[in-house]
């Protein structure tokens, strides 16, 4: 029970975080009215994991290990793609809030308002299809005549709703702080889970041998954090930390982190380098009254 | 409201819609990866070897012991059923004879739960191996396939034949 929790917590824990962080920004920055598109990414995302690992699972067709893992990896790697470009949008958006029109804002948003909708259908299907597996195979379990147990699936299940549960409650906690603070944090925060993503896409690709090294190990720290530990879980959960980690891996997590994180950390200091270079006229202006 | 929306439209393409995601995706998959799909096994993991299918084979794995029903299969599309009968969630690996490339693998099969690893192996040395708690080297065993017609699906073979006898008795249970 409390290994299938885990798995199901792990599995559902990133996309939970991905997804609340957005919802969050949209709520904070008033933009409610693209929650639909959130929302609709979300949907497609489970209705089509869970449909194709069920016709997987008790259809006629299977699919190869080759196939799944390269759709597990090409998936992270266009993830993320558009979870970086997510944070460039949200600090771009964030400095607009202080300068410029609003319906200009507007305009930009209703552009992006397909991109959000892949955003988050990303998040939750890039592991959906092995999360449904996992879920289906776990079904079967419960189902199956002699010796069938539910203890599999209700443990999978609650460890999804936990994940859900936490993405709530960074939610909550998120429309606490306050917008610009929220920005740094958050921008940060998904620029290490992207990281992390595409250290796991190239695994991925590495296990399905259309890239080399997998035996080529960075490091090899499963002896201090077993992967079935929480704490385990939760470091490969939300960070995509692999104990045993390539090299190759290692090289995407930095050649991803550093530059990102750098203009990232860039961009924020010419933002609040701007409106303080502004703020003396309306002070000024204020003077004069 | 999207929710509604959705459902209603899933049920009027129920059945369709099911056959049009997995063949669409099927192909869609299998485009740029020439064979990404493949046939189930006929045993599946309910563990229905009567057939004696010499390419659906089960794996019980515990947190100790890694037990294969057989050591060795013919060529072919190859079905492991894994079953996980320990405590620490396990994972099912094909290596090649070297011990170090992946030719298959499965994971997070947890405490209960039984999972396939359906994969087309050409004939030659292997390794399995379960990995109890998904870290170190696992249990491993050396594994033989030998070679026989069936290289991959199609052609005259095992799966056709039953995949016919399938397709005969279900018109005979529509028929009634």
């Given at each position: 029970?409390?290994?299938?929790?885990?798995?199901?917590?792990?599995?559902?824990?990133?996309?939970?975080?991905?997804?609340?962080?957005?919802?969050?920004?949209?709520?904070?920055?008033?933009?409610?009215?693209?929650?639909?598109?959130?929302?609709?990414?979300?949907?497609?995302?489970?209705?089509?994991?869970?449909?194709?690992?069920?016709?997987?699972?008790f259809?006629?067709?299977?699919?190869?290990?080759?196939?799944?893992?390269?759709?597990?990896?090409?998936?992270?790697?266009?993830?993320?793609?558009?979870?970086?470009?997510?944070?460039?949008?949200?600090?771009?958006?964030?400095?607009?809030?202080?300068?410029?029109?609003?319906?200009q804002?507007?305009?930009?948003?209703?552009?992006?308002?397909?991109?959000?909708?892949?955003?988050?259908?990303?998040?939750?299907?890039?592991e959906?299809?092995?999360?449904?597996?996992?879920?289906?195979?776990?079904?079967?379990?419960?189902?199956?005549?002699?010796?069938?147990?539910?203890?599999?699936?209700?443990?999978?299940?609650?460890?999804?709703?936990?994940?859900?549960?936490?993405?709530?409650?960074?939610?909550?906690?998120?429309?606490?702080?306050?917008?610009?603070?929220?920005?740094?944090?958050?921008?940060?925060?998904?620029?290490?889970?992207a990281?992390?993503?595409?250290?796991?896409?190239?695994?991925?690709?590495?296990?399905?041998?259309?890239?080399?090294?997998?035996?080529?190990?960075?490091?090899?720290?499963?002896?201090?954090i077993?992967?079935?530990?929480?704490?385990?879980?939760?470091?490969?959960?939300?960070f995509?930390f692999?104990?045993?980690?390539?090299?190759?891996?290692?090289?995407?997590?930095?050649g991803?982190?550093?530059?990102?994180?750098?203009?990232?950390?860039?961009?924020?200091?010419?933002?609040?380098?701007?409106?303080?270079?502004?703020?003396?006229?309306?002070?000024?202006?204020?003077?004069?009254? | 409201?999207?929710?509604?929306?959705?459902?209603?439209?899933?049920?009027?393409?129920?059945?369709?819609?099911?056959?049009?995601?997995?063949?669409?995706?099927?192909?869609l998959?299998?485009?740029?990866?020439?064979?990404?799909?493949?046939n189930?096994?006929?045993?599946?993991?309910?563990?229905?070897?009567?057939?004696?299918?010499?390419?659906?084979?089960?794996?019980?794995?515990?947190?100790?012991?890694c037990?294969?029903?057989?050591?060795?299969?013919?060529?072919?599309?190859?079905?492991?059923?894994?079953?996980?009968?320990?405590?620490?969630?396990?994972?099912?690996?094909?290596?090649?004879?070297?011990?170090?490339?992946?030719?298959?693998?499965?994971?997070?099969?947890?405490?209960?739960?039984?999972?396939e690893?359906?994969?087309?192996?050409?004939?030659?040395?292997?390794?399995?191996?379960?990995?109890?708690?998904?870290?170190?080297?696992?249990?491993?065993?050396?594994?033989?396939?030998?070679?026989?017609?069936?290289?991959?699906?199609?052609?005259?073979?095992?799966?056709?034949?039953?995949?016919?006898?399938?397709?005969?008795?279900a018109?005979?249970?529509?028929?009634?």
């Amino acid at each position: 029970m409390l290994a299938n929790f885990l798995i199901g917590l792990r599995e559902g824990l990133e996309a939970a975080l991905i997804v609340s962080i957005l919802v969050a920004y949209l709520v904070k920055s008033g933009r409610r009215h693209l929650l639909p598109q959130i929302w609709l990414g979300v949907a497609i995302a489970v209705a089509v994991s869970l449909g194709f690992g069920a016709a997987l699972t008790f259809g006629p067709k299977g699919l190869t290990f080759e196939a799944q893992e390269l759709i597990g990896g090409l998936l992270s790697i266009v993830a993320v793609g558009f979870v970086t470009w997510m944070i460039f949008w949200m600090a771009k958006a964030a400095r607009s809030l202080s300068g410029e029109l609003r319906s200009q804002i507007d305009k930009a948003a209703d552009a992006s308002r397909w991109s959000l909708a892949i955003v988050a259908l990303l998040a939750v299907g890039r592991e959906g299809l092995e999360t449904a597996l996992f879920l289906w195979a776990a079904t079967q379990t419960a189902a199956q005549g002699t010796g069938s147990t539910a203890g599999p699936l209700l443990g999978a299940a609650l460890g999804l709703l936990v994940a859900v549960v936490l993405g709530y409650l960074i939610y909550r906690g998120a429309l606490k702080i306050n917008l610009s603070r929220f920005f740094t944090w958050t921008g940060a925060f998904l620029i290490v889970i992207a990281a992390g993503v595409l250290a796991y896409g190239v695994h991925d690709l590495q296990e399905a041998q259309f890239l080399p090294g997998l035996n080529n190990l960075a490091f090899d720290v499963s002896g201090a954090i077993p992967p079935t530990s929480w704490y385990g879980t939760l470091l490969k959960g939300v960070f995509n930390f692999s104990p045993a980690t390539t090299v190759l891996e290692a090289i995407a997590w930095l050649g991803y982190f550093i530059p990102t994180m750098t203009i990232f950390l860039y961009q924020k200091r010419q933002r609040t380098q701007g409106p303080s270079r502004q703020t003396p006229e309306p002070v000024a202006a204020s003077g004069r009254k | 409201m999207i929710t509604i929306r959705l459902s209603r439209r899933a049920r009027l393409f129920s059945l369709p819609i099911r056959t049009l995601i997995l063949t669409s995706t099927c192909t869609l998959v299998s485009l740029p990866l020439l064979a990404g799909c493949t046939n189930n096994a006929p045993a599946g993991s309910t563990g229905a070897t009567a057939g004696g299918n010499p390419r659906a084979l089960t794996v019980q794995a515990t947190d100790s012991e890694c037990k294969l029903s057989t050591t060795s299969a013919p060529s072919g599309t190859i079905t492991f059923a894994v079953t996980n009968g320990g405590s620490k969630v396990t994972e099912f690996y094909l290596y090649g004879e070297d011990g170090k490339r992946i030719v298959g693998e499965v994971e997070n099969i947890g405490p209960g739960i039984t999972r396939e690893l359906v994969l087309k192996v050409e004939p030659g040395n292997y390794i399995t191996a379960c990995k109890p708690g998904m870290a170190g080297d696992g249990i491993r065993a050396p594994f033989s396939v030998s070679d026989s017609d069936q290289q991959g699906s199609g052609g005259y073979d095992i799966q056709l034949v039953e995949r016919a006898e399938r397709q005969i008795s279900a018109v005979r249970r529509r028929s009634d």
